[in-house]
Nanobody, 129 residues
Framework: QLQLVESGGRLVQHGGSLSLSCRLS????????IAWVRQGPGNEREGLAC??????ITHADSAAGRLTITMHDPDTSYLYLNDLNPDDTGTYFC????????????????????????WGQGTHITVSS
């Protein structure tokens, strides 16, 4: 089954930038969609961005323009965040959905956290004022 491990969270100043990484391990890694999800102070989870097996990317409206998601062969996803503000404080998870097959390989990924069955442990970002 897919295993995910996030890293890179830390304290950062308002206006700063940060890169998060997610190391992935699975027998059919190339057939999973990967999402980055933020859990805020109220424990709500919001999908920020995802990338499909076909490398189609979807961004949340709240994050578009301030973050970039990538998938680097063979086993690492990165989330690049810039112009951070205190509202970005929270725990960031990477999550996986799949393995996909057939025509589902052509589909875009979804931002709904409930669509993802595999989750990392999370990494925390605190953005100071």
């Amino acid at each position: 089954q897919l295993q995910l491990v996030e890293s890179g969270g830390r304290l950062v100043q308002h206006g700063g930038s940060l890169s998060l990484s997610c190391r992935l391990s699975a027998a059919q890694l190339e057939y999973y969609a990967i999402a980055w999800v933020r859990q805020g102070p109220g424990n709500e989870r919001e999908g920020l961005a995802c990338i499909s097996p076909g490398r189609r990317i979807t961004h949340a409206d709240s994050a578009a323009g301030r973050l970039t998601i990538t998938m680097h062969d063979p086993d690492t996803s990165y989330l690049y965040l810039n112009d951070l503000n205190p509202d970005d404080t929270g725990t960031y998870f990477c999550a996986g959905e799949g393995p996909r097959g057939g025509f589902r390989l052509l589909e875009t990924c979804a931002l709904s956290p409930s669509d993802y069955a595999y989750w990392g442990q999370g990494t925390h970002i605190t953005v100071s004022s």
